[in-house]
């Protein structure tokens, strides 16, 4: 063959396999446009196309290959299940049906839960548009981690079963039950033979009791799936769940997505939104956990898309597994229960991340009506939250104290470790999360501000010594002398008029700003020299002490 021939046979060649194969321009963007308006017909979702199976549709938008995740199968099974509890009705209850003491070991009615389907049917409640969301066709999967503290039977088997009825099994790569120390018999052998069932399905147990954090820990320790979803032990995940978290963690994997927690009431069962679904995490400054409305600059133009999150509810959300550990996993000196969801959100956020909740992603929740277990003397929430706070938190750690004075003296125990962790990653500071991300939190939740750190005597660390003045030769200067314990003589007072007053001198600090001295001088309010800025400072406080000192 001829040199020429040869190469325009080539050609040839290359162009063709260029038409079918690249994305937008080749054969496929053919299809995408078809397969886009099949799928956007409305009233689809009532007619599944039945024995299809999931991956029936395909779309090529910035050229990755999205497919429909749905199992419409599956979803026209449990459209035709009836029975009571069914369809996340609540269970319709009788005076009977009510154990106290069986009520209080779970902290929710067990009768009831044990008398509904382990695969009982939930109602969509997802936005419109997600029923037609497509997601990347190659997502990574997933380890299921779910830790447990002597949860009851049927609502353990609950969150399993409904995570296998409704999610994709190409995606799990396992689920990792994980026992925190349990003491009740069902947890134990029992639990064994009824998950062997599942192979995916493991169990591991902690060799003491460690607390939601460590145990989850372990949990993740033992993961191989390419991202960690988390979850609790009384969970029903909903239609379509995971598909739209992994996809989020695709595009980006320094990425935490939560789904949206729906309420599975603690009496009936009843499967419903929660008040105020589509709000995002935030905090007040007692550190109590809150959801505030996404304010209009974040709101998304399809409100099924996911938003940002300042901080997460704490239970349930996703993470790319090795992001996760890069990240330091959770502080293991927090301890049983609490904290660990400000955490991993501000180390998310401050540490190069970001955090998302999506709304076409639901699982219910049982919001038990009290805390059934155990917790060991000595732990509290408060020494978790306070670890927090002085890792993670800066000078706004100060607002919580002014909340809670009894957190300022509280252990923390060692966190030289955690901030460590904090400067070999880089992470910024505290200011930067409450003005880039939970700018909006204070609107709802003001701070209370700290009383100005400005009157009795300014001592000197090193010296040990007080600033005083002394009038000589030159006028009066600033020195420094022995602090006298209540020593009046050295006491200083910020006014509101930004002067620092000096009452035994009755003279002000003031400079010369061309030779950088301080110097004492006759107040002068309206001289800018003598006027000093703090950093932090409450008029209103100020006034009050002020008005206090005088009268
Ligand atoms: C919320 C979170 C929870 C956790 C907690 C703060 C949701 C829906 N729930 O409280 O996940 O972030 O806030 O820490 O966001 N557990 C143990 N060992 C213990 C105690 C609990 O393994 O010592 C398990 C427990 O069985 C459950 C999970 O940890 O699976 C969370 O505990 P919870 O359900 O008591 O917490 P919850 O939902 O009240
Ligand atoms: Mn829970």
């Given at each position: 063959m001829k040199r020429k021939q040869k190469r325009f046979l080539q050609m040839t060649l290359l162009f063709t396999v260029a038409l079918i194969f690249l994305p937008n321009i080749g054969l496929w963007s053919l299809y995408k446009d078809k397969h886009l308006v099949k799928s956007a017909e409305p009233g689809e979702q009532q007619t599944f196309p039945l024995g299809l199976g999931d991956g029936q549709f395909y779309s090529w938008t910035d050229g990755l290959r999205r497919k429909d995740w749905h199992d419409y199968e599956s979803i026209q099974k449990e459209a035709m299940r009836s029975g009571k509890g069914e369809h996340g009705k609540p269970y319709p209850l009788?005076?009977?049906?009510?154990d106290d003491s069986a009520y209080r070991e779970n902290g929710f009615n067990i009768f009831v839960s044990n008398n509904i389907a382990l695969e009982r049917s939930l109602p969509d409640i997802r936005h419109a548009n997600c029923k037609h969301k497509m997601y990347l066709e190659r997502l990574p999967n997933t380890s299921i981690i779910i830790p447990f503290h002597n949860e009851g039977w049927t609502s353990l088997l609950r969150t399993i079963h409904s995570i296998i009825n409704r999610?994709?099994?190409?995606?799990?790569?396992e689920i990792i039950l994980v026992d925190d120390f349990s003491e009740r018999e069902h947890l134990k052998d029992k639990l064994e033979e009824y998950m062997a069932r599942f192979s995916k399905v493991r169990i591991v147990r902690t060799k003491k009791r460690e607390g939601l954090i460590r145990t989850r820990l372990l949990g993740a320790s033992m993961a191989r799936g390419e991202v960690l979803t988390f979850l609790d032990s009384h969970c029903e995940v909903n239609v379509n769940w995971l598909p739209p978290l992994l996809n989020q963690i695709a595009l980006n994997h320094k990425t935490i997505v939560c789904p949206m927690i729906d309420v599975i009431d603690h009496n009936h069962f009843g499967y419903e939104a929660q008040a105020g679904d589509a709000m995002r995490g935030a905090f007040d400054w007692e550190m109590y956990y809150k959801r505030i409305p996404i304010p209009p600059e974040l709101q998304r133009a399809d409100p099924s898309d996911p938003f940002e999150s300042p901080v997460m509810a704490g239970g349930l959300f996703a993470v790319d597994r090795k992001w996760f550990w890069e990240l330091g996993g959770y502080d293991p000196g927090l301890e049983i229960w609490g904290g660990e969801q400000y955490e991993i959100s501000f180390k998310v956020w401050m540490c190069g991340g970001e955090m998302f909740d999506v709304p076409c992603s639901r699982v219910g929740h049982i919001y038990r009506k009290y805390v059934p277990y155990k917790v060991p003397s000595g732990t509290s929430l408060a020494r978790n939250l306070k670890r927090v706070a002085e890792t993670w938190m800066d000078e706004f750690a100060e607002y919580i104290y002014q909340r809670r004075p009894e957190y300022r003296h509280l252990s923390t125990g060692d966190i030289s470790a955690q901030k460590e962790l904090r400067k070999q990653l880089k992470c910024k500071d505290f200011k930067w999360f409450m003005a880039?991300?939970?700018?909006?939190v204070p609107k709802y939740y003001p701070p209370v501000e700290p009383p100005p750190a400005a009157w009795g005597e300014i001592r000197n660390v090193a010296a040990n010594l007080c600033v005083d003045s002394k009038h000589g030769a030159t006028g009066t200067e600033l020195r420094l002398d022995i602090c006298v314990k209540d020593g009046s003589e050295r006491t200083w007072s910020h006014e509101q008029d930004r002067t620092l007053f000096h009452p035994v001198s009755n003279s002000c600090m003031d400079c010369n700003p061309a030779e950088k001295k301080i110097v004492m001088a006759r107040c002068d309010p309206l001289s800018e020299t003598q006027q000093w800025i703090f950093e932090h400072i409450n008029m209103t406080v100020l006034e009050k002490l002020n008005h206090h000192a005088s009268s």
């Open positions: 009788t005076e009977e049906d009510h999610t994709p099994e190409s995606l799990i790569a880039a991300v939970a700018w909006d």
